[in-house]
């Protein structure tokens, strides 16, 4: 359900407060219910990872970090590279996260985010070219490992990972390989790795995650805890700059008439314009506060 049961301690007033509010247009902080919270970003967080990234949407704080190896293709996919991503929710963020709560909640956040963000089992949609990883067809490949951990959790978790996500891979340099010439068809080739020259991410099309929460017979943005706690059912939908839908995903157990999804997926894509619009240029200023620091 990606949310956190010890934060649900909420009297029946201040339940009827939040739905009440939601329902005309004005959530308990101010904001409408097509409001995002403050966002920020930070990139180049962890120094030895080859991108990493900081995101806070108001007090919901997670980092991304990228790492690359060099493997081998997958035998159904000799051309392209892979990439996997892992969750991890530090019980400094929340008391119910140590032990097997915390394991829960990053298993299905890990799922959620292959989801919607790699397009699915057939790779179809993806926001990265995995082709682009291809180092020796059949042979060697980059493999990309996602990390991300959930720092401070105050709802909206998957959309923050999302973002977290996306700009930890545009700050993320892959070293230039070389392929040395020569081996036979049967052996590994050898490679030599740069250590001075780097490709970059062309992140452009990679998707945002846009949660809407139902609360009532209304839905929001961005949902805190508090709203969470209140929600029926909630739609993850992962859309491009080209207003592509490359996933979706859906928790709780309340069922959705088709044609209600269909109104979240298309609301979902006219607000991820401005989500995509507010990330790209915090992750460029966060770049350019980078390159002054270094």
């Known amino acids: 359900m990606f949310t956190v049961s010890a934060m649900v301690g909420l009297s029946l007033g201040e339940k009827q407060f939040i739905k009440g509010g939601i329902a005309q247009d004005l959530r308990t902080d101010g904001r409408k219910r097509s409001t995002y919270r403050p966002i ?58 140590e032990g097997r709560g915390g394991d829960d909640l990053a298993s299905e956040l890990s799922l959620a985010l292959e989801r919607c963000l790699l397009g699915g089992k057939s790779g179809a949609g993806a926001g990265i070219d995995l082709a682009s990883l291809s180092i020796v067809e059949g042979k060697v490949c980059w493999d990309l490992y996602i990390d991300g951990l959930v720092i401070s959790s105050d709802g909206n978790l998957l959309d923050a990972l999302g973002a977290a ?65 209140q929600m029926s059912s909630a739609l993850s939908v992962s859309v491009n700059r080209e207003g592509q839908i490359c996933g979706v995903t859906k928790r709780g157990g309340a069922g959705l008439d088709p044609s209600v999804i269909l109104d979240m997926i298309y609301f979902a894509k006219t607000i991820s314009e401005q989500l995509i619009n507010k990330l790209d240029s915090q992750i460029a200023a966060a770049e350019a506060c980078e390159e002054d620091d270094s």
């Open 40 to 97: 920020f970003v930070e990139t180049g967080v962890i120094p030895q990872a080859n991108g990493s990234a900081r995101v806070m949407i108001g007090a919901t704080e997670v980092i991304a970090s990228v790492k690359a190896e060099l493997g081998r293709p997958n035998p159904s996919h000799p051309d392209k590279g892979k990439l996997s991503i892992f969750v991890d929710c530090s019980p400094t963020a929340e008391p119910s996260f």
């Open 165 to 229: 996500i996306k700009a930890a891979l545009s700050n993320t340099g892959i070293p230039k390989v070389q392929v040395a010439s020569g081996a036979s068809p049967d052996e590994l080739p050898e490679v030599d790795i740069s250590d001075e020259e780097f490709l970059q991410f062309d992140t452009s099309r990679f998707p945002v995650i846009v949660t809407l929460t139902k609360v009532g017979s209304h839905y929001i943005v961005d949902a805190t805890s508090e709203e969470e706690s």
